[in-house]
Structure formats: structure tokens, C-alpha cells
Nanobody, 123 residues
Framework: VQLQASGGGLAQAGGNLRVSCAAS????????MGWFRQAPGKEREFVAS????????KYADSVKGRFTISRDNVRNTADLQMNNLKPEDTAIYYC?????????????????WGRGTQVTVSS
């Protein structure tokens, strides 16, 4: 499956952004979807994940209550709505797909990755 992330940009602290991941090539609903991020000088870290049917979501503690992951298995998209952004949310955001019924917070368990989209939050 091919993944393309879009929608990043610049926001002020307290603002909102939405990033989207468009999938093509295979049956989108066969994949758990995840969002990860990588800040300069840091390792890639888990942000959120959603199961194939969308019934179960998982969030990193740092974004819980502020970010919402969703998916549309008709449009083949997975979105991450980011509210109340903080400067520490600044990173390149990546979407990823996992050929499994179960979510994972481990980036090594994801099979396909899109190119990242930059999110910058100013204080």
C-alpha cells in the first residue's frame, strides 16, 4: 500500500491542525493505521493508532485528550486532528500501515510508511 501524508503546516501554540494520510494500492481496511512523529535529534515516536474498522484507538500520553485519530475506509484516508497544539508537538509526522488486526505503538511493527509532513508550533 502507498501512503501519502499531507496537511502539515505552521500553527501557534493553542491552535489546531489536521494531517491526513491517503492510501492507495491495496485494500485499506486490511491495515491498522498509525501516526508517528520525529523531532530533530530525537527518535521516531508513536502518536496514535486506529484499528482496521476504527473501533479502537490508542494514543501516546503526551497527546491524549488533544489529538484524535480517525479513518474513512471508503475514501481510504486516515486523519489526525491536532488541537491545543504545543511547541513540543513540532516534528515531522508520518503515517504508517500495519498488516494486522491489532494496533501497535512500535514503529518496527508497521509495514508501510508515507513521507512525512512537517508540523511546526510556535510559542
Amino acid at each position: 500500500v502507498q501512503l501519502q501524508a499531507s496537511g502539515g503546516g505552521l500553527a501557534q501554540a493553542g491552535g489546531n491542525l489536521r494531517v491526513s494520510c491517503a492510501a492507495s494500492g491495496r485494500t485499506f481496511s486490511d491495515y491498522v493505521m498509525g501516526w508517528f512523529r520525529q523531532a530533530p535529534g530525537k527518535e521516531r515516536e508513536f502518536v496514535a493508532s486506529i484499528t482496521r474498522g476504527g473501533s479502537t484507538t490508542k494514543y501516546a500520553d503526551s497527546v491524549k485528550g488533544r489529538f484524535t485519530i480517525s479513518r474513512d475506509n471508503v475514501r481510504n484516508t486516515a486523519d489526525l486532528q491536532m488541537n491545543n497544539l504545543k511547541p513540543e508537538d513540532t516534528a515531522i509526522y508520518y503515517c504508517a500501515a500495519r498488516s494486522s488486526a491489532f494496533y501497535s505503538t512500535d514503529p518496527n511493527r508497521y509495514d508501510y510508511w508515507g513521507r512525512g509532513t512537517q508540523v511546526t508550533v510556535s510559542s
